[in-house]
């Protein structure tokens, strides 16, 4: 069974400051990786989406990494601003199969970006 | 254009009831999702649709939930006598095809279960 874990389970950081967000995952045969930004009382918002051949996507300051070898990927957040706070989820999903739609997510980071 | 709309909003029931959940995809999308995610949680995987018919019901912890998508695109997320542990935020998705693409999220729904 596919298990994701996230960590750190909270980060509280001034703003302007590089951060690094985990996530790890115990089946390394996945078919992609997703995180997302979840506010406070709000849905889910895609942020970036990593095939399984890729090793890492960039929208803006963002960056994602995957090594999926080692069953782990990485969202960079560069020069951190307060609207950054929110909580972050990864997902991995399986490749094809009756799960191919499904996604396994982690229990989230909760960021904090104080002035 | 219009993203995925979920309805109600906030649910508030008691035990023993019988609630609906009521999702609106994105227009055109084939695939869509139910998840249920408690507090403090990533969202958990209750099943999926491709059109009209459910290609993946796993995650449907009893019999107690069943889930309908009888034209391929609304869908409703039926839970009888409800339970104080089934009090959660019950999310829905959709996107394209199913499959490998990005899953756009509706905003929940809030239901407690006293």
């Known amino acids: 069974k596919q298990e994701v874990t996230q960590i750190p389970a909270a980060l509280s950081v001034p703003e302007g400051e590089n951060l690094v967000l985990n996530c790890s995952f115990t089946?390394?045969?996945?078919?992609?990786l997703q995180w997302f930004r979840q506010d406070p009382g709000k849905g889910l918002t895609s942020l970036l989406l990593?095939?399984?051949?890729?090793r890492e996507q960039t929208s803006g300051r963002l960056n994602a990494s995957l090594d999926k070898s080692s069953g782990r990927s990485t969202l960079y957040i560069a020069a951190s601003q307060p609207g950054d706070s929110a909580t972050y989820l990864c997902?991995?999903?399986?490749?094809?199969?009756?799960?191919?739609?499904?996604?396994?997510f982690g229990q989230g980071t909760i960021l904090t970006v104080h002035p | 254009g219009a993203g995925v709309s979920q309805t109600p909003s906030n649910k508030v029931t008691e035990k023993g009831k019988y609630v609906e959940l009521r999702c609106d995809p994105i227009?055109?999308?084939?695939?869509l999702y139910w998840y249920r995610q408690s507090l403090g949680q990533g969202p958990e995987f209750l099943i999926y649709?491709?059109?009209?018919?459910?290609?993946?019901d796993s995650g449907l912890p009893n019999d107690r939930f069943f889930a309908v998508r009888p034209e391929g695109s609304v869908s409703t997320l039926k839970i009888q006598r409800t339970e104080r542990g089934d009090s959660a935020v019950y999310l829905c998705?959709?996107?394209?095809?199913?499959?490998?693409?990005?899953?756009?999220f509706g905003p929940g729904t809030r239901l407690l279960v006293l």
């Open positions: 998705a959709s996107s394209l095809r199913g499959g490998g693409e990005t899953q756009y």
């Open positions: 089946d390394s045969a996945i078919y992609n």
């Open positions: 990593i095939q399984s051949s890729q």
């Open positions: 997902a991995v999903r399986l490749p094809s199969g009756t799960s191919y739609g499904k996604l396994t």
């Open positions: 227009s055109g999308h084939t695939a």
């Open positions: 649709f491709q059109g009209t018919g459910a290609a993946d």
